[in-house]
C-alpha cells in the first residue's frame, strides 16, 4: 500500500492551520524548519485575478529521490505503507553532507533546523497517528475542509486523478502521492 495525500486547492484559504498544527504536533520550534509549508501563487490581472495556495508537506514520493541521494542511508521508504521516515541519528547533519536530500527533492521536503550542522527533518505523515489509525494533523486541522489523507488508491477513488495545481509540477522522476482538485480560471 502507498499512503498519499489531497488537496483541494479551490476549498484552501491560506489560514495557516495546517502549518501551525504541523509544527505544534511535531514539537518543531518556531524558526525557519517548516515539515509542511503553505505557498501563494497568484495569476492574470485585475479583473481576471487567480490566487491560489498550495499545500506541500512531504508528499511520500513512489520513487523518493530524497532517500538515493543521502550518503548515510537515513531515508528510507516503508515497505508496509509508503512513508518516507528519516533516521536522525544516522543523518550526518547539513554541513557534513551539504544537503543532498534538500538538494535532489523537487519539493523542498528535507528541513534543517536553525543550529550547526542540523539534522534533517521531514513530515512523516504523522506515523504515530497513523499508525494509530488516525490522519495527519494538518488533515484534522483544516478548518475549510480541503485535506484528506489514505491510501492513495482510496484517495484517487474518492477525488480523482489529477496531480497537478496552480503552482505545482508532477514530477515522473519521483512521483508524489498526491491527488488535487486544482484552481483554474472560471473564464
Known amino acids: 500500500m502507498q499512503v498519499g495525500f489531497y488537496f483541494d486547492q479551490t476549498r484552501c484559504t491560506g489560514c495557516n492551520a495546517c502549518q501551525v498544527t504541523c509544527k505544534d504536533a511535531n514539537d518543531i520550534p518556531a524558526g525557519p524548519e517548516n515539515w509542511l509549508r503553505l505557498g501563494y501563487q497568484e495569476e492574470g490581472q485585475t479583473p481576471d485575478l487567480l490566487v491560489a495556495y498550495l499545500f506541500s508537506p512531504c508528499w511520500q514520493c513512489v520513487s523518493p529521490v530524497c532517500a538515493d541521494a543521502c550518503p548515510a542511508g537515513a531515508i528510507s521508504k516503508r515497505?508496509?505503507?509508503?512513508?518516507?521516515?528519516?533516521?536522525?541519528?544516522?543523518?550526518?547533519?547539513?554541513?557534513?553532507?551539504?544537503?543532498?536530500?534538500?538538494?535532489?527533492?523537487?519539493?523542498?521536503?528535507?528541513?534543517?533546523?536553525?543550529?550547526?550542522?542540523?539534522?534533517?527533518?521531514?513530515?512523516?505523515?504523522?506515523?504515530?497517528?497513523?499508525?494509530?489509525?488516525?490522519?495527519?494533523?494538518?488533515?484534522?486541522?483544516?478548518?475549510?475542509?480541503?485535506?484528506?489523507?489514505?491510501?492513495?488508491?482510496?484517495?484517487?477513488?474518492?477525488?480523482?486523478?489529477?496531480?497537478?495545481?496552480?503552482?505545482?509540477?508532477?514530477?515522473?522522476?519521483?512521483?508524489?502521492?498526491?491527488?488535487f482538485k486544482p484552481k483554474t480560471p472560471t473564464r
Open 79 to 179: 515497505a508496509d505503507n509508503g512513508i518516507v521516515v528519516v533516521d536522525r541519528a544516522a543523518c550526518l547533519g547539513r554541513e557534513t553532507c551539504g544537503e543532498k536530500c534538500l538538494k535532489a527533492c523537487p519539493y523542498g521536503a528535507p528541513q534543517f533546523g536553525p543550529q550547526p550542522d542540523a539534522k534533517m527533518a521531514k513530515c512523516n505523515f504523522c506515523l504515530p497517528l497513523w499508525e494509530k489509525g488516525g490522519k495527519p494533523a494538518c488533515v484534522e486541522a483544516c478548518p475549510t475542509r480541503a485535506l484528506d489523507a489514505g491510501p492513495l488508491a482510496e484517495m484517487q477513488a474518492r477525488y480523482g486523478q489529477a496531480s497537478q495545481a496552480m503552482g505545482f509540477k508532477y514530477s515522473q522522476r519521483t512521483q508524489p502521492a498526491v491527488v
